[in-house]
């Protein structure tokens, strides 16, 4: 069955601690790997696509990478406006729906 | 440019009542997509839309809801009879095209089912 698993489940960290966040996923033909923020009382918000092994892709404080079996998301020197809750989801091959991870739930205290 | 719009923004109804929620998707996108989240569990695909078809309904949970998407603009999702573990948040989104592309999503509706 196909699976997406988030890590921590939640994360404190001090403005400009460094962190990565874990996606591991099990799907049987990968089509794409997506990377969503979501703000209290709001809808996932887009941040990355990724299609393939070995890619990486990065915005402002945010790099995501992609191997075979997991997505990382690293926060580099984080401010208290990155704390959210970050959405993974996978889609797979002959379907356009998303498998979604519970999310982390990140907060960033100055 | 407007995002994607979700009528009511939250809605508490009783057990056995009809509900029937709303999304406007962004204008020109021809996929539109069902999402919910119940309480403490990850977001969960209901269905999705290409234009007025429905292309992919296998997360539907049973025949107590009826999507909608005449003239291929707005849809409704309606949950007639109501049940308790309807609660949660219905979220819409939208896309230009299929495939692994960006997915726009709305604010989401909060069902509460009492």
């Known amino acids: 069955e196909d699976q997406v698993t988030q890590s921590p489940e939640a994360l404190r960290l001090q403005e400009g601690e460094s962190s990565s966040l874990n996606c591991s996923y099990t799907?049987?033909?990968?089509?794409?790997l997506f990377w969503y923020r979501q703000d209290p009382g709001k809808g996932p918000e887009f941040l990355f696509t990724l299609y393939s092994a070995g890619e990486e892709k990065e915005k402002e404080r945010l790099k995501a990478t992609l191997t075979k079996k997991e997505s990382f998301l690293h926060i580099t020197a984080p401010k208290p406006e990155d704390s959210a809750t970050y959405l993974c989801?996978?889609?797979?091959?002959?379907?356009?729906?998303?498998?979604f991870g519970t999310g982390t739930r990140l907060q960033v205290f100055p | 440019e407007a995002g994607v719009t979700q009528f009511p923004s939250h809605s508490v109804i009783e057990k056995g009542q009809t509900v029937t929620l709303r999304c406007d998707p962004i204008s020109g996108h021809d996929n539109l997509y069902w999402y919910r989240r119940v309480m403490g569990k990850e977001i969960k695909f209901l269905l999705h839309?290409?234009?007025?078809?429905?292309?992919?309904e296998s997360g539907m949970p049973n025949n107590r809801f009826l999507a909608e998407r005449t003239g291929g603009t707005y849809s409704t999702l309606k949950v007639q009879p109501a049940e308790l573990e309807d609660s949660g948040v219905y979220f819409c989104?939208?896309?230009?095209?299929?495939?692994?592309?960006?997915?726009?999503f709305g604010q989401g509706t909060r069902l509460t089912v009492v």
């Open positions: 989801a996978v889609q797979e091959y002959n379907t356009d729906k998303l498998i």
């Open positions: 839309f290409v234009k007025e078809s429905k292309q992919d």
């Open positions: 799907v049987s033909g990968l089509r794409g």
């Open positions: 989104a939208s896309s230009l095209r299929t495939g692994p592309t960006e997915a726009f």
